[in-house]
Each structure stands twice: as structure tokens, then as C-alpha cells.
């Protein structure tokens, strides 16, 4: 069970969002690469990175942070001699010239979603073209997926998009519960666990996370293809523990194989 800090970008500062409003946002750090540096240092194995004006704007807004986040992870892999730390990126990502020029920065995972419901034909072209490189993110409340930065609703259901974008090739899915996102209730276990039972692709939870007993929560079903789980709100405000949490799920992880 991979644990991912988040690092939400908006206007080149590190973020934090309640329930996706721009208007809550909590700055957590005027420096995104040293908050970046902060979470690898603590023991993070992939980084979470969300251009949050991008993801409103429809286009990229935080080029210069996010390459600034990029050259921190790769001096620390080649200062750690680390083949490679995963950063997987979201928010305003519209074309494929778009997903080429990150990759090519260095970003492993490209994160499409509100484009993924409104123009399925550009996933599919994604997947294609970047095989191995685009994770789908779904946001849902109450099972239907929202759009445009969760303001509004598009009356999908979760699953049948989920069936249907793992038929195009995608790497794995985000599922976040937007109702849960930033309040620190708790992940929704079972609707991840409906999700990932649905399909054969990993999935990665998101939303709500709060303390250990949801890490252990969550390590308790992993089996059924939850892969991993995005931190955000919790690492920042101190309820969890990164380097403590990710200890104990590798503990659980390696009691589940034994």
C-alpha cells in the first residue's frame, strides 16, 4: 500500500482545498519543491501533484512549480540511487501535446479527468499514444461522477466509466469521494472496494484520509486491487504520520504475503 503525498498547486503555492473550493484553500508552503523534498525525506515512494488552477483554467497554470518539483526528485533519486520515485500529475490536462511535453519533464503518470468524461475519443488517444503513462481520476459523490474542478455533476456512474476507460488501456484509476475531500472523515472503504472489485486495473484512494486506523482500513482490503492511497490534508496538518503510516503498511503488506 503506497502512501502519496499530495501536493495541490495554486499559484505556484502548495495548497490544501476543502471539498474542492478554491475559495478554502489553506497555503501550506510558498515553496512546492521544498515541500516536495520535505515528503520524500519522510519516506513518500511517489508524489501526487494536482495544478489546481489548470484543472479550473482547463490548460496548465503551475509549469515552473511543477519542473521545479521534478529537478528536487530527480537529484534526490540520483543522491539516494534510486532508479526512479514516480510523480504522477492532474489538473487541466486537455491535449495530447500537452501529455507529451510532461512526460518528457519527467513526469511518469499523466492524470486525466474531467477530460476523460467530457471527451472519452482523447483518452482513448492518450492510452494509445502513451501507453503505461495515463492514470484516469475519477471524482464521485454518491456513485455519480463530477466535472470540471467537482462543480459539476455529469450523472455517470462511477463503475461504467471505470469498465469502460480500463477497455481503452488506462494504468490504473483515482477514485476520490468529493464529499470526504479535505474534511478528514475518513476514506470511503466500500465504495473504493465496490470500485476496484469492478475492474482489473489498480485503483488509488482518495478523500477523507485522516489517521492510521484508515492506512490499516485499507491495507485490510488491498487484496481486492487497491494499490495505494493519496495524502493530503492529514500529512499536513499532523492527524497522520507519513513515515510512521507507511512503516505500518509495509508491515501489513508483508504479513498479508507471508
Given amino acids: 500500500m503506497l502512501l502519496i503525498p499530495a501536493i495541490d498547486l495554486k499559484d505556484g503555492h502548495c495548497v490544501r482545498l476543502k471539498q474542492g473550493d478554491m475559495d478554502l484553500a489553506t497555503v501550506f508552503s510558498e515553496d512546492p519543491a521544498e515541500m516536495a523534498l520535505h515528503w520524500l525525506k519522510k519516506g513518500a515512494r511517489r508524489l501526487h501533484l494536482v495544478d489546481l488552477n489548470g484543472a479550473f483554467a482547463g490548460k496548465p497554470k503551475n509549469e515552473e512549480a511543477i519542473k521545479s518539483i521534478l529537478q528536487v526528485v530527480q537529484d534526490y533519486a540520483v543522491e539516494h540511487d534510486l532508479d526512479e520515485i514516480p510523480v504522477q500529475l492532474g489538473g487541466g490536462i486537455r491535449d495530447l501535446d500537452t501529455i507529451e511535453r510532461y512526460l518528457d519533464d519527467g513526469i511518469t503518470y499523466i492524470i486525466v479527468g474531467t477530460a476523460a468524461v467530457k471527451n472519452p475519443g482523447f483518452l482513448h488517444d492518450a492510452c494509445g499514444a502513451f501507453p503505461g503513462s495515463i492514470i484516469v481520476g475519477l471524482d464521485a459523490k454518491d456513485g455519480k461522477v463530477a466535472t470540471d474542478g467537482w462543480s459539476k455533476m455529469s450523472g455517470h ?10 477497455g481503452y488501456g488506462v ?8 464529499g470526504r475531500d479535505g474534511m478528514l472523515k475518513g476514506v470511503n472503504i466500500e465504495a473504493t472496494v465496490r470500485l476496484a472489485q469492478a475492474v482489473r486495473i489498480p485503483i488509488i484512494a482518495s478523500g477523507g484520509l485522516h489517521n492510521l486506523a484508515d492506512v490499516e482500513a485499507l491495507c485490510a482490503v488491498q487484496d481486492e486491487g487497491i494499490e495505494g492511497v493519496i495524502c493530503g490534508r492529514s500529512i499536513y496538518e ?3 504520520d507519513l513515515t510512521s503510516a507507511q512503516e505500518r503498511a509495509d508491515e501489513l503488506t508483508e504479513g498479508a504475503q507471508a
Avoid at 456512474?157 to 480500463?166: C, N, P, R, S
Avoid at 494504468?171 to 468529493?178: F, G, K, L, N, Q
Fill in 157 to 166: 456512474e462511477v463503475i461504467d466509466l471505470a469498465k469502460k476507460f480500463e
Fill in 238 to 240: 499532523g492527524t497522520l
Fill in 171 to 178: 494504468e490504473s484509476i483515482v477514485y476520490t469521494d468529493i
